[in-house]
């Protein structure tokens, strides 16, 4: 079976740093591309960043970009997101999603808030 199970959300201040996983299990994680999306209060899902199979390629939202740093380790089968100088409208639940041709898997999300 499946799984993909986020964890290392919280509480944080403005300015404060966070760093979320990502482990998969039932599959292996190396043979997907990976994202982290996020849904904001009341918002759509919004695509913060993603990586390809190596590691090699990156892209982010231009709203995170220079903020948070995406990686992963495929020996450990999991994905990581950095995240850095966080600010209130950072508030929301992180998903993270693996891609692999038509099959998309996804995570039960973390919940991240930033509030003084």
């Known amino acids: 079976e499946v799984h993909l199970v986020e964890s290392g959300g919280g509480l944080v201040q403005p300015g404060g740093s966070l760093r979320l996983s990502c482990v998969g299990s039932g599959f292996t994680l190396g043979n997907y591309a990976m994202s982290w999306v996020r849904q904001a209060p009341g918002k759509r899902l919004e695509w913060i960043a993603d990586i390809n199979f190596s590691g090699g390629s990156k892209t982010y939202v231009n709203s995170v970009r220079g903020r948070f740093t995406i990686s992963r380790d495929n020996a450990k089968n999991t994905l990581y997101l950095q995240m850095n100088g966080l600010k209130p409208e950072d508030t929301a639940i992180y998903y993270c999603?693996?891609?692999?041709?038509?099959?998309?898997?996804w995570g039960q999300g973390t919940q991240v808030a930033v509030s003084s």
């Open positions: 999603n693996a891609q692999r041709f038509e099959t998309n898997y």
